[in-house]
């Protein structure tokens, strides 16, 4: 990876919170070149072995999906049920 480009956000927070840094995404992306080796393959071990993080929102989604799958909800209860389970802080 010390070829390449700089690795997604993802991958540079990730690796920032694993070594205990300020997740600085701006600082993260100016200096990646500059920062040690070892961050450096620490990027590329998560790039290449990990997935990014889902969104969640797309978690609170399929959530409220699965719950009311019984009563064949309309798009809009559905859609209401995810804004709840966002707000309630479902998936953090």
């Known amino acids: ?3 390449k480009q700089t690795p997604p956000d993802w ?14 995404l701006t600082w993260l992306r100016a200096d ?11 990027c590329d071990m998560i790039e290449r072995y ?9 978690l609170c ?6 719950q009311m799958l019984q009563r064949r909800p309309s798009y809009r209860e ?10 309630e802080g479902f998936g953090k």
């Open 1 to 3: 990876m010390t070829d």
């Open 11 to 24: 991958v540079l927070l990730e690796a920032a919170k694993r070594c205990g840094w300020t997740p600085d």
């Open 32 to 42: 990646y070149r500059a920062v040690n080796g070892s961050f450096r393959a620490l």
């Open 50 to 58: 990990e997935q990014p993080p889902v969104d969640r929102k797309v």
């Open 61 to 66: 989604a399929e959530e409220a999906y699965q």
């Open 78 to 87: 559905v859609a209401v049920r995810a804004i709840e389970l966002w707000e």
